[in-house]
């Protein structure tokens, strides 16, 4: 007979907070909320989220956090004790990470823009001049 794999063992961690987000399929506030947490402390029961203070609105009436609190408890496969404290200084949110990203991809586009031959022909022999503020990105 074949051996059984054993179960999959799920971690809370400050590295993995963005996949651990992005797989828990919430929707609406507690996706919000969720996405402006991350991680301060796991001990296998009780999870310490730490939040943006971008994100303190979301809290209101502790219901996007109870469905946050559910989700992790279906995601991990157990019980836990969930705490959200608002932090000053914040560490790299998925929301925070997000922006990050897009901004990143924008400054990649404005300069492969700005060397592009096409733009930099066009800027020489019609006088042209590259706006950078009119340049936006189509969401992947």
């Given at each position: ?15 993995s ?15 919000q909320?969720?996405s402006?947490?991350f ?13 943006d ?11 996007a ?12 496969g157990?019980p836990?004790?969930?705490e959200?404290?608002?932090k ?7 929301a ?15 300069r492969e ?13 019609f006088d042209?001049?590259f706006?950078?503020d ?5 969401k992947k």
């Amino acid at each position: 007979p074949a051996a059984s794999s054993p179960p999959e063992v799920r971690t809370l961690t400050p590295e993995s907070w963005h996949q651990v987000v992005a797989g828990l399929k919430l929707g609406g506030i507690s996706a919000q909320l969720a996405s402006h947490c991350f991680v301060e402390a796991w001990d296998g029961r009780r999870l310490v989220l730490g939040l943006d203070p971008e994100g303190e609105a979301l809290r209101v009436g502790g219901r996007a956090e109870e469905k946050l609190r559910q989700a992790l408890e279906s995601w991990l496969g157990s019980p836990l004790a969930l705490e959200i404290e608002v932090k000053g200084e914040a560490a790299e949110t998925p929301a925070r990470r997000s922006a990050r990203k897009a901004r990143e991809r924008r400054e990649t586009a404005l300069r492969e823009m700005k060397e592009d031959p096409v733009v930099r022909m066009l800027e020489e022999d019609f006088d042209g001049r590259f706006q950078e503020d009119s340049l936006e990105l189509a969401k992947k």
